[in-house]
DNA sequence: CTGAAAGCGCTTACAG
DNA sequence: CTGAAAGCGCTTACAG
């Protein structure tokens, strides 16, 4: 590989000018720089970014942690972080950790080796150890589709689950629904917990009695769902709609009452949550609350890129270190929009 | 952030020693090793990886060139490289080029500059400019779900389109189908014009006379294959199956199908190809060749991961430079599975 | 077993 | 406008 001193040597000027000609530089000549541009197209150089990254102590590379990135959820959202920063120059590495925890602290590691610029992260777990990793990272950070644990100071980018939950159960109300069923996800996790706590919140606002009964939660997965509904449907079979608080369970729900042919949405209605491709397939039309993960991921590299900025010009304008200079920027709840399908009708 | 100069002064050693001492050199005595150890972990010192590469001329990072991630084809297929790689300690880079040529070539650029290992590549545009840069890379480089270019002495991992093509269409005709229609993607593409090749020399093979009208090709969506399937049935009302060369042709097919209150598998056969999540949906239910991901992915990863020790090792043993002392590897064509559902029955 | 020195390929004050 | 020198944070012969 060529390098800056061949194009130095064989230009005979030296690497300053040449270093300088490459980075326009307003002090050199035209003629050089000239000079300079042909040699590198004659000899196909390439500065080696490794060596301008460890004196700059920029590196134009952003890690991006996700939980799985065969997941379609997630690697839209990758998709929309990684065109937003692309543009500014940016490199980004995944961090596709498998839900296994030891790949997301090692990946934190690896990113503080590797000095990258900054990073977003969707962790999995949060347990105590990855929380004081993070909280020792030198470089700017932003949760994303998570909240940023308290221990923490770090802004987040998520969806209000709860305010879309509201919504979803709202719609169904004011379609004339009052026996309404959930199906969740398991309790313990943040978001089945906020999207429960909507469904009852807005249940009770209404007057609208409900039991136990009425909810089954505990999974994710089509199966579950399809469990779930049979489990609902024993129980409770006066329901006249369901929540499901992701695509998956309502799929699943959708495809227990196809079985078990019952008919959608003439006698019982189905929202979900998350707006899936599989939500638009011609069999399944199922109305859902959408989590808009082009926005989502947009909104989530632009504070990133923010803070790298403060960062950056903090540098540059005082001595300074991070943390005195900068303020956290305020973190950002994403709105869910309702996608009417066929999957729901008024009632009576 | 600390650095192993730091590390050395507060042992009272030298540089040399501690870097020996990380890198587990043997010729280092056991008290030593001990103190830096623990110095390292006092300061939470991490070596800097980038100054390391510049060094060894090896950054441990693999960049993986694909089409479109949030594609669940391209994301699982990237998991499975993912995997593989991280396993022998390397960083994957994802170039997610969303079918920009130009994202393509400055990826490639970038992997230059930045020093990559080593690349996986699924270009979409073949154009001469892209196989100019590829021909100039200095590193191992391998095809994933693509064909070399003849200009290239580089090696690929594809499945065998064109054999599974052939076992799809057998499949339909043990069945006693003779009547087959065939709906398949743009022509101009490699993999479109295989599968459609498969198609007609199984017909040929079995003296099963066909006509143009019972093919159409030109697209890859759902949309695409049910105006397909509208064709076909207009001009070849009499197919009794029809071999769909990717699954949401397939997906597409079975929609008008549906609406047309035509049904599967009673009244035609469908056969799809790929064997994506959908295809296991309960209204779905495709019968389909699958390309078998997780198995190129890892194919592929194996692949590059002997070219660069092949590499790594001559480095050491010769002075040779890298053309001279490596052999390509040979290629790898991958046979795709039959995935028997429900779309397809015998006839008669 | 350990240290001093050179060097990886760049950039950046500093001096002229 | 240009060059010499120092330095980013490491590793690696070489000498002892």
Redesign the interface.
């Known amino acids: ?1 060529t390098n800056i001193k061949d194009i130095a040597k064989h230009l005979g000027v030296s690497v300053s000018t040449v270093s300088r000609a490459i980075n326009n530089h307003s002090d050199v000549s035209k003629e050089t720089k000239r000079q300079v541009m042909e040699a590198i197209r004659e000899f ?1 150089y ?6 301008k ?2 004196i700059q102590k920029k ?1 134009f590379t952003i890690g991006l942690l996700i939980p ?3 997941d ?1 959820f997630f ?2 959202l ?2 929309a972080v ?2 937003m920063l ?1 543009e500014y120059g940016y ?4 961090g ?1 950790a ?1 839900r296994n925890p030891d ?1 997301e602290k090692q990946f934190i ?2 990113a ?4 990258f610029d900054g990073l977003i992260i969707t962790p999995d777990s949060l347990d105590p150890e990855l929380i004081h990793l993070i909280s ?1 990272l ?1 470089m700017p950070v932003v949760f994303l589709r998570r909240r940023t644990p308290k221990e923490l100071s770090i802004p987040f980018v998520d969806v209000d689950h709860y305010q879309a939950a509201c919504t979803a159960v709202n719609y169904l109300i004011e379609l004339g629904h009052k026996q309404i069923g959930f199906i969740g996800m398991p309790e313990k996790s943040f978001t089945g917990s906020e999207r429960l706590r909507g469904f009852k919140d807005t249940m009770n606002k209404h007057r609208i009695v409900w039991g136990t009964d009425d909810i089954v939660v505990g999974g994710r997965t089509i199966e579950h769902g399809r469990d779930a509904m049979d489990k609902l449907h024993r129980r409770s079979p006066e329901l006249t709609a369901i929540f499901a608080a992701n695509d998956l369970l309502g ?1 699943g729900a959708l ?1 227990w009452l ?2 078990n042919r019952i008919s959608v949405p003439e006698e019982i209605s189905i929202i979900g949550f998350d707006n899936l491709e ?1 939500a638009d ?4 039309q199922l109305t859902t609350m959408e989590q808009p993960r082009v926005e989502m991921g947009n909104r989530a590299a632009r504070l990133l890129l923010d803070m790298i900025n403060d960062k950056d010009n903090s540098k540059e304008f005082t001595a300074h270190n991070i943390e005195d200079s900068s303020v956290v920027p305020p973190s950002e709840l994403i709105e869910a929009r309702l996608i009417e399908r066929k999957s729901c009708r008024p009632l009576g």
């Open positions: 590989m196909n390439r500065p080696n970014a490794i060596a990254g460890l590196t799985d990135i065969s379609p690697s839209a990758a998709n990684e065109e692309f490199q980004v590495v995944y596709n498998n790949k590691a690896n503080i080796s590797r000095q020792e030198q799929i495809e196809a079985v599989y397939l011609h069999w399944i």
